[in-house]
């Protein structure tokens, strides 16, 4: 796509500009620059009347007779943008222009050009403004099938891989989106190598660091725009314009925003659709609960969705994630990009509004699976922002644990048909509690969790059973319970099938929220420039010197050995990865919060 204005090269092949026998005396290196408009001038003042852009053409009968005065002349063009300057020999310059105009125009870097041969300066006026005026028509009519197009893929609900093939498409240019710790959710090479584009993505990306929200970085030729709505940024969309080229044209922006603003509309829009059937499912559990309705007419209503509740054995069950994530702002949709998925995982590093809601319709839909594929009736909904309850219907009480097992292993088998889990990666070693500076391993002063190494990963979800009741005036007792034995699991370190009342306790485990913005956004505040510095400079990579001091319990002299480098060097750097974070490494609860980043940061970076 180019530009909207001709530059000054094209000009100068236009018909009028050519009858004149043009010649380009000074300022080669200027031909690319863009003719806004064309004026004609016979002042020696004019620069104050001119805006920048224009290409300005002069018989030179007006122009200072000195050389100080050409000199200021041309500086002063040179200093108010124009695009260049023409001057038409014969009235007062015959055989060419002055030396010291060329001197001083090639000086500044402004095209300087003698037409040789008289002409009308109205046809080149009139040639170069139908020139513009046809090549703003062409913007206009590609700006209103940027609106056009993603209107339609926003009414569509349009998947953000199909929204960067098509905003590639119109730009003829490769474009990213990534989530905010720098990872590729979506991209579209527009023909070019996908392998070289994305190699090295994340250092190359903490380099790109243009102001403002929607911006041009010419130093690495990368038109960016923020990702998010009301308020919650969750990514950037990059659209590469070599920075060889001119500054991107307006409609690149426009593009790139309608596009930014497609994809976080999608986000908003795949909420929570529930069917009715869901609707009177959620009713009927919201009314046992609250006494909102009368036994009877839930009992009824149940009946005739095909859920008996009369004369069964009644058991309250609560499935929730083990992390809070409030709805509306964290979580992850299942409908992400093909290219976010990793390793049969769909990456969840990148949230939008509408992320907490899609979260807990995934699992509502899993449970109300796991129901049909164990052979139960139930009724299930959620509960409220981070439940969804069930009130499994048994035959008899005898059947209550072997339902439960069934319900549960159901779960499990639909989550994983629905997200495989990535191949397991190399066990890593637990984290070392942090310790006083050159303080024995052993007398930890603080700590940040770790799994041990040999422990299977837990399930990211709770299954919770209340007490089994006989009457379905009962039935709240069941769930309220089933609930606050969910809630308790949470941080329980075992992985159970089913959680119940006897099994649960105080001791739990910190979840990873690593699909959490909130946490990138911890992870990007207290890293973030030792991650940005580390980008600059890929030889010394400090953040290997922090993991070392701090794996090492804060010990600088079990620190320098693990990083393989003598006793100064590692206080060196611990020196400088202080001022980079403008932290203190002795500080207990300094350290503590960076090696929680840390930790934070390998979950995310975690394939």
């Not at 993505?201 to 970085?217: K, L, N, V």
């Not at 072997?402 to 048909?417: E, H, I, P």
């Amino acid at each position: 796509m180019s530009p909207v204005f001709p530059t000054v090269r094209e000009v100068l092949d236009l018909v009028p500009v050519r009858n004149g026998a043009p010649r380009l005396v000074a300022g080669t290196a200027g031909l690319d620059r863009p003719v806004r408009w064309v004026h004609i001038a016979e002042v020696p003042d004019i620069a104050t009347l001119l805006g920048g852009g224009e290409l300005v053409l002069t018989t030179g009968i007006g122009l200072p007779g000195d050389d100080a005065g050409l000199r200021e002349f041309i500086g002063a063009l040179a200093d108010v943008g124009v695009s260049g300057l023409a001057v038409e020999l014969g009235r007062r310059y015959v055989s060419g222009v002055p030396r010291v105009m060329a001197a001083a125009a090639e000086r500044r870097g402004l095209p300087l050009i003698e037409l040789r041969r008289g002409t009308p300066f109205v046809r080149i006026t009139e040639a170069v403004h139908a020139l513009i005026v046809d090549a703003q028509l062409t913007e206009l009519r590609a700006t209103e099938e940027i609106h056009q197009r993603f209107t339609e893929l926003s009414v569509e609900g349009a998947e953000p891989a199909e929204v960067l093939r098509q905003a590639a498409e119109l730009a003829g240019c490769p474009m990213v989106l990534e989530n905010l710790s720098r990872q590729v959710l979506a991209y579209d090479p527009a023909g070019e190598n996908a392998e070289l584009l994305l190699d090295g993505w994340e250092r190359h990306s903490r380099q790109i660091r243009p102001p403002g929200r929607t911006a041009y970085d010419p130093d690495s030729g990368w038109l960016v725009t923020t990702v998010g709505a009301r308020g919650q940024d969750w990514g950037r969309l990059l659209l590469r314009w070599p920075a060889t080229e001119s500054t991107p044209p307006t409609r690149l922006t426009i593009l790139i925003e309608r596009a930014a603003s497609t994809l976080a509309l999608g986000r908003l829009i795949r909420r929570d659709a529930e069917g009715l059937e869901r609707q009177i499912h959620r009713t009927l559990l919201t009314a046992l609960i609250d006494h909102s309705r009368p036994v009877d007419e839930v009992a009824l209503r149940a009946k005739a969705l095909g859920v008996v509740l009369d004369r069964r054995h009644l058991v309250g069950v609560v499935v929730r994630h083990r992390a809070d994530e409030p709805a509306g702002d964290a979580g992850t949709p299942d409908d992400e990009p093909a290219p976010a998925r990793r390793g049969g995982r769909r990456d969840t590093d990148a949230e939008g509004p509408e992320a907490g809601p899609a979260r807990l319709r995934d699992l509502a839909e899993a449970v109300s699976q796991a129901v049909r594929d164990a052979k139960l009736t139930a009724l299930t909904s959620p509960l409220d922002d981070q439940a969804v309850g069930a009130l499994l219907a048994l035959p008899d009480p005898a059947a209550e644990e072997k339902a439960l097992s069934a319900f549960a292993a159901a779960l499990r088998r639909v989550r994983l048909d629905a997200a495989p889990a990535a191949p397991a990666a190399p066990a890593a070693r637990p984290a070392r509690p942090l310790e006083a500076p050159d303080r024995p391993a052993g007398r930890a002063v603080a700590s940040a969790s770790a799994r041990p190494v040999d422990a299977p990963p837990r399930a990211a979800i709770v299954v919770a059973a209340g007490s089994g009741v006989g009457s379905l005036r009962e039935a709240r007792r069941s769930l309220i319970e089933a609930r606050q034995v969910a809630e308790a699991a949470r941080r329980d370190p075992r992985d159970l099938p089913c959680y119940r009342l006897p099994h649960v306790g105080l001791a739990g485990l910190l979840h990873l929220l690593r699909d959490e913005p909130r946490l990138q956004t911890f992870v990007e505040r207290e890293l973030g420039p030792l991650l940005a510095y580390d980008a600059q400079h890929p030889r010394e990579q400090l953040l290997g010197t922090l993991r070392a001091y701090l794996e090492q319990g804060r010990n600088k002299s079990a620190g320098a050995a693990a990083a393989h480098l003598s006793r100064p060097a590692f206080y060196e750097r611990l020196a400088r990865i202080g001022r980079i974070l403008d932290a203190d490494l002795d500080s207990v609860d300094r350290c503590l919060s960076l090696h929680v980043a840390l930790l934070a940061l390998d979950a995310v970076r975690t394939p």
